[in-house]
């Protein structure tokens, strides 16, 4: 079994379009039956992404070469962060989403709590966050519907709210001040490579400081966003 989960995630990293699960069986000569049950799994791990039937390498490698000292993200850095945070004055995040959570991977920023969260690659809630939003709305309509389908009744509120925002956040890729947390609000962009989101920026504040900013922030945000864009 070992050898068949690292050859599925090898098929597939090494194909950038996916793969079908057919296209895989057939790579690897196993039975269609045998190969579904192990997708699934290592699509609820994290470890791989499913968008059109096909299969991609999800975010769990990452995240390991993360933990690792590797890059995770190409198009955004340090220095893409410090940038943000130097014109912002606000707390700024890099997250990507695992499975069914975010986790900042970077942060810039003199708040311990959030260089903390980032430092020790500590689970959010994709529902509770701006970055999870901007996450969820990359997400293919199957593991959506999924995802949002499990959340408690005490989320209940936060699922209406994001399904309202659902097709501008996909329209714009951006997350503007949803006010879903108590202990602050913010702003997010989707970096998205090869037309996929693969992870999220997001500045974050005082409730009054973000609100009060929403507009320049999501001016400058997306402004630095075409920056990368272009740079990649």
Not at 38 to 47: K, P, Q, R
Not at 68 to 80: D, F, I, M, N
Not at 111 to 122: C, M, Q, S
Not at 165 to 192: F, K, N
Request: proline share 3%; charged share 25%.
């Amino acid at each position: 079994m070992i050898d068949r989960v690292a050859g599925i995630l090898e098929l597939v990293a090494r194909n950038r379009e996916g793969l079908t699960l057919t296209e895989l069986a057939r790579q690897l000569d196993a039975p269609l039956s045998s190969l579904q049950g192990l997708a699934n799994g290592l699509v609820a791990a994290g470890y791989l992404d499913e968008y059109d039937r096909r299969y991609h390498l999800g975010g769990a490698p990452y995240l390991l070469n993360l933990m690792a000292g590797r890059p995770l993200v190409t198009q955004v850095g340090r220095r893409e962060l410090e940038a943000v945070h130097a014109e912002t004055g606000l707390t700024t995040l890099l997250s990507v989403v695992v499975g069914q959570a975010v986790f900042y991977v970077d942060s810039c920023s003199s708040t311990p709590r959030y260089d903390y969260l980032a430092k020790n690659l500590v689970r959010r809630s994709l529902i509770r966050t701006s970055s999870g939003w901007v996450l969820l709305a990359g997400l293919n309509r199957r593991d959506l519907w999924g995802y949002l389908s499990t959340l408690p009744d005490e989320d209940e509120e936060n699922r209406e709210r994001f399904l309202h925002e659902l097709e501008y956040i996909q329209e714009t890729g951006v997350c503007a001040a949803p006010r879903i947390s108590s202990v602050a609000d913010g702003v997010a962009v989707a970096v998205r490579e090869e037309g996929r989101t693969v992870a999220a920026v997001s500045v974050v504040g005082p409730h009054d400081d973000i609100r009060g900013r929403r507009d320049q922030l999501v001016e400058l945000l997306t402004a630095h966003r075409r920056r990368w864009e272009d740079v990649d």
